[in-house]
């Protein structure tokens, strides 16, 4: 396992199910997420700079915190609060809000906030070069969970369609799972097919997923996982 380079300051760490990021500005460096199968994703980081390395998760859910235990303190949403589990028992916790920049050294990212897949689930726009790193909202090729406790279709649809004013912000858009990178083209057609699934327009294929029984939609360009509607 190694970070790859996407560009001199930007790489990728890819496991195959899951991807996270390492990104460097003139004074530190921001992990974001820290994979689910790797333990020593720091350890890894610290091959490519030298620079302090901070961490940032994306959201809570368990195959973005593999090596969340490496690092003294963690970034994210508040609202994640309630859902993350460290083995790091003093580990600090560190809000951050919708809007909130995280300024690595002449290298800016804004938080943007994406509620729906977890009510916490938050991008990072770099505006210098326009890339988000969207974490799981955004996928082509993917499977998106939308059900159990917390998970909010209105709210992801919200959340997509807040995207939509960002147009000119973003240039391309790293996701966690999928293909990548993707461009802004994909935010009006995953719109389209989960409003289409709150209409009742999308018939279903029924499965089992963690002892759940869910529904599964095409909707193209992903499967949404979504709980079962009640008659």
Do not use: W
């Amino acid at each position: 396992m190694e970070f790859i380079k996407l560009d001199d300051t930007t790489y990728v760490c890819d496991e195959g199910h899951v991807r996270f990021f390492l990104l460097i500005g003139e004074k530190e460096a921001l992990m974001i997420d820290s994979g689910m199968q790797v333990t020593n994703a720091k350890e890894l980081a610290e091959k490519v700079t030298d620079k302090p390395i901070r961490l940032f998760n994306t959201h809570a859910d368990r195959d973005h915190t593999g090596s969340n235990h490496e690092f003294e303190s963690v970034m994210m949403n508040p609202a994640e609060f309630v859902n993350y589990k460290t083995e790091h028992p003093s580990q600090k916790m560190e809000a951050v809000f919708d809007g909130d920049i995280i300024d690595l050294g002449n290298r800016k990212l804004k938080a943007i906030a994406l509620p729906g897949h977890t009510p916490g689930s938050t991008a990072l726009l770099d505006l210098n070069s326009g890339m988000l790193f969207s974490g799981d909202p955004i996928q082509k090729d993917g499977r998106i969970f939308m059900f159990g406790p917390m998970r909010d279709l209105p709210a992801y649809i919200l959340s997509l369609k807040h995207l939509l004013s960002l147009n000119e912000d973003i240039k391309e858009i790293y996701p966690s799972h999928g293909a990548y990178p993707l461009n802004m083209d994909i935010i009006p057609e995953l719109i389209a097919g989960a409003e289409k699934i709150e209409r009742g327009e999308t018939k279903p294929q029924r499965a089992e997923m963690f002892g759940n029984v869910i529904d599964e939609y095409d909707i193209g360009t992903d499967i949404l996982l979504c709980d079962v509607k009640q008659s």
